[in-house]
């Protein structure tokens, strides 16, 4: 190949093209490029290629939707005479397949400014990652729906747990004080929770009332030690929540351990009801490295990834050992350091006792309300109706176009 193509001049061309015979020389250009730039090992010729190749296809299906308006498409084999004598075309005569035609048809409908936002996430995406050779516009512009659709559902949960007469919670975060059997109770005691703050069998722990301060729709987080493991899937099930996974801590110092020596803690993560899950490409890794602070003080760290979560849900911590800012605090009535936050006392509800409930029962009207459909807002990322799902969550439209 002598000569690479412009990028600037072929959008031009692309864009002022009228014919659908010479947008398609555009694709196959641009495609003859693309290979190109993959045998040199040029990176930025071959995402040119690929953005070219996807700029004439959306300018391709609109010259197909019009000519399907116009009448001038037939479907199938069997050509027509129109009105005026001229042969309708079929998709065949053109060179395209039926499914290139519904999804050009597809990515045309896509509005001008929407389309430009995509590529460019697109190629964004393509820059970072050397294996991707395409932009698949379509199936970004759903991705896009649904982070769109998780945040509204998100924002209205907090919304309606907020208005309830007697607040309920759409995230719990609880440390419970778990009390740990030691082998023997005069060499294992040395380094038992119970030197630095009054613990609790498991059983009492389950008979707390969390879930009497528990939204319809809730997220638990749930602290567990590795030999507690059994004992909190035991808890999260009293209070009402299914598992459905779990990070970890990795701590910058080494504990203790029959098997092996501990340096990591989980946070087990249990829902109920319709609580939205987090949207494609905003999931934190499932490992985060954080020091270790005072006893059972838990990194800010995983404040911050449930708050990045759920930014408007009502939240609650369970044995806090620290006011912060945003967030309840249950069972655990000791003043706090204006100052640092620190919790001044412990006290005596955290050694068994369970607090006493809130008595939030809900209410015919909060039960109607909480099981409403969320509303579906329009967004600045216009997307044609095929991309999105409807109100009934049904599975996008077919396809568009012959």
Known sequence: ????????????????????????????????????????????IEIDAIEIRVRAKKRRG?????????????????????????????????????????????????????????????????????????????????????????????AYLGGIQLALPKKKYGVILADPEWKFKTYSLETGMDRAADNHYPTSETDKICARPVADIAADAAALFLWATVPMLPDAFRVMAAWGFEYKSHCIWKKDRIGTGYWFRN??????????????????????????????????????????????????????????????????????????????????????????????????GMADESQRIMSAPPPFLDDTLELPAFLKRGPDNAAPFGKVGT
């Open 62 to 154: 609109e010259l197909l939707s019009r000519m399907k308006t116009d009448g001038l498409i037939v479907v199938g084999r069997n050509k027509k005479i129109m009105s005026n004598g001229n042969d309708m075309m079929t998709l065949e005569e053109l060179g395209i397949t039926r499914d290139e035609s519904s999804e050009e048809q597809k990515i045309a409908a896509i509005p001008g400014d929407s389309f430009e936002r995509l590529v460019a996430r697109c190629r964004a995406y393509a820059e970072q990652h050397p294996e991707k050779h395409s932009f698949d516009v379509l199936g970004e512009g759903r991705d896009v729906d649904k982070k769109q659709r998780r945040e509204e559902r998100e």
């Open 1 to 44: 190949m002598t000569a690479v193509l412009k990028y600037d001049a072929a959008c031009q061309a692309i864009a002022e093209a009228k014919t659908v015979d010479e947008v398609t020389d555009w694709i196959d250009k641009a495609a003859a490029v693309r290979e190109y730039g993959r045998r040199i090992r040029n990176r930025q």
């Open 263 to 360: 340096q990591h803690e989980l946070l087990l993560i249990g829902t109920k009801g319709k609580i939205p899950a987090p949207a494609m490409g905003t999931q934190f890794p499932s490992v985060i490295d954080a020091p270790v602070g005072k006893h059972s003080q838990k990194p800010d760290a995983f404040y911050e990834i449930i708050e990045k979560y759920f930014p408007t849900l009502p939240k609650i911590e369970l044995n806090a050992r620290r006011a912060r800012a945003g967030w309840d605090s249950w069972g655990n009535e000791a003043p706090h350091d204006p100052e640092t936050g620190e919790v001044i006392e412990y006290p005596e509800e955290v050694s068994g006792t369970a607090a006493p409930s809130t008595g939030c």
